[in-house]
T-cell receptor
Framework: DVKVTQSSRYLVKRTGEKVFLECVQD?????MFWYRQDPGLGLRLIYF???????EKGDIPEGYSVSREKKERFSLILESASTNQTSMYLC??????????FGDGTRLSIL | QKEVEQNSGPLSVPEGAIASLNCTYS??????FFWYRQYSGKSPELIMS????GDKEDGRFTAQLNKASQYVSLLIRDSQPSDSATYLC????????????FGTGTRLQVFP
């Protein structure tokens, strides 16, 4: 079974903080993705990576950056957290053209 | 027009009935189509994938794809209360199979 692990289920941070969300997969997948999910808006792609040190912007990259130094780990960084970044964040990975599999999600609250 | 549209529901069906969930998409060249199930407070879980026109069956689930009409559907036979969840339709963006566009989901309620 595919295992995608997100470091925190719940996280509370303050406005202006730099926030790191970590995601690890154990299946040697090339592709990894970060989404946010908001009521009425569905899942929206923030960034994805198709190889180590490679990244591509998704549909809503503003205010976020990513890092992929090792194949198994994909980090999402909120450079200066704002209240409108309060959301559920979901990491996914996949091998080649296979379907994406999701981690458990991180519910992030910015106060 | 949204790129991927689903009726938000709730769709209420009695236990044992067939639940029919529909999804339309706007990009004619989309290649890959997926159905995910999401329980409240949980992450999406892949139910079905379909890539060519027609039906694909897996247990109680059948995915149907009609590229000419740009819709994909999911049928759940012998619905169970445990099927109560939000079902997300996801469609690849054009020829780029890396990117998925998700619908906002249809909430299904199966009552005993």
């Amino acid at each position: 079974d595919v295992k995608v692990t997100q470091s925190s289920r719940y996280l509370v941070k303050r406005t202006g903080e730099k926030v790191f969300l970590e995601c690890v997969q154990d299946m040697d997948h090339e592709n990894m993705f970060w989404y946010r999910q908001d009521p009425g808006l569905g899942l929206r792609l923030i960034y994805f990576s198709y190889d180590v040190k490679m990244k591509e912007k998704g549909d809503i990259p503003e205010g976020y950056s990513v890092s992929r130094e090792k194949k198994e780990r994909f980090s999402l960084i909120l450079e200066s957290a704002s209240t409108n970044q309060t959301s559920m964040y979901l990491c996914a990975s996949r091998a080649g053209s296979q379907p994406q599999h999701f981690g458990d999600g991180t519910r992030l609250s910015i106060l | 027009q949204k790129e991927v549209e689903q009726n938000s529901g709730p769709l209420s069906v009695p236990e044992g009935a067939i639940a029919s969930l529909n999804c339309t998409y706007s990009d004619r060249v989309s290649q890959s189509f997926f159905w995910y199930r999401q329980y409240s407070g949980k992450s999406p879980e892949l139910i079905m994938s379909i890539y060519s026109n027609g039906d694909k069956e897996d247990g109680r689930f059948t995915a149907q794809l009609n590229k000419a009409s740009q819709y994909v559907s999911l049928l759940i036979r012998d619905s169970q209360p445990s099927d109560s969840a939000t079902y997300l339709c996801a469609v690849s963006k054009g020829y780029n199979t890396d990117k998925l566009i998700f619908g906002t989901g249809t909430r299904l309620q199966v009552f005993p």
